[in-house]
């Protein structure tokens, strides 16, 4: 079946360290986005890519990085400047990068990173 | 300043409809109108969406008035499975104007 996959679902971060965040689709989608969410939140974009090679900033780019490099993959890098990097990160894809298909974004299970 | 308005809570009897309002009266033109639900800790899951007609699918039932300021999702027949916080949101596509969610409504299904 096709869909979403976050890898890991939890992880454990030091200060200080880099850590990256994995996310495969294989729904042939063009579109991919990472997410942040904080406990009773809403999301919060953090990177998105509409097309291969390429990606724009979202609303809290800071302290975070992003390559892709393949249409199907997606990771995303939380590095040491991410000064408050605890939260909930979802990855989604959408169609044709406009969300409009007949099922809106594929969002993936999500990984819940904790610095310690 | 969020686009949609929605409760913080309600209660369903178990078998019975959910409807579930939205308050968006900023919407824009080009705007449509999406519904997902997220249960503890996993990825929210979409469950319908519409422009301005009334959509159904397995699911549930969107009803989106006439002047597209409200919508209400509808689940005909809350199972125990259904609680979770659903979030209505608007989008004209993807890219920056992708999905950001509120704080939703948290639907929970009595027995």
């Known amino acids: 079946d096709g869909g979403i996959t976050q890898s890991p679902k939890y992880l454990f971060r030091k200060e200080g360290q880099n850590v990256t965040l994995s996310c495969e689709q294989n729904?042939?989608?063009?579109?991919m986005y990472w997410y942040r969410q904080d406990p009773g939140q809403g999301l919060r974009l953090i990177y998105y890519?509409?097309?291969?090679?390429?990606?724009q900033k979202g609303d809290i780019a800071e302290g975070y990085s992003v390559s892709r490099e393949k249409k199907e993959s997606f990771p995303l890098t939380v590095t040491s400047a991410q000064k408050n990097p605890t939260a909930f990160y979802l990855c989604?894809?959408?169609?044709?990068?406009?969300?409009?298909?007949?099922?809106?974004?594929?969002f993936g299970s999500g990984t819940r990173l904790t610095v310690v | 300043d969020a686009k949609t308005t929605q409760p913080p809570s309600m209660d369903c009897a178990e078998g019975r409809a959910a409807n579930l309002p939205c308050n968006h009266s900023?919407?824009?033109?080009?705007?449509?109108v999406y519904w997902y639900r997220q249960i503890h800790s996993q990825g929210p899951q979409y469950i319908i969406h519409?422009?301005?007609n009334n959509e159904t699918n397995e699911m549930a039932s969107l009803i989106i008035t006439e002047d597209r300021k409200s919508s209400t999702l509808i689940l005909p027949h809350a199972t125990l499975r259904d609680t979770a916080v659903y979030y209505c949101?608007?989008?004209?596509?993807?890219?920056?104007?992708?999905?950001?969610f509120g704080k939703g409504t948290h639907l929970i299904i009595q027995p």
């Open positions: 890519s509409q097309i291969v090679n390429d990606f």
């Open positions: 989604a894809s959408s169609e044709s990068g406009v969300g409009r298909g007949n099922y809106g974004y594929t």
């Open positions: 729904l042939n989608h063009d579109a």
């Open positions: 900023t919407i824009s033109g080009n705007e449509y």
């Open positions: 519409g422009l301005k």
């Open positions: 949101d608007l989008s004209s596509g993807g890219g920056a104007d992708g999905l950001t």
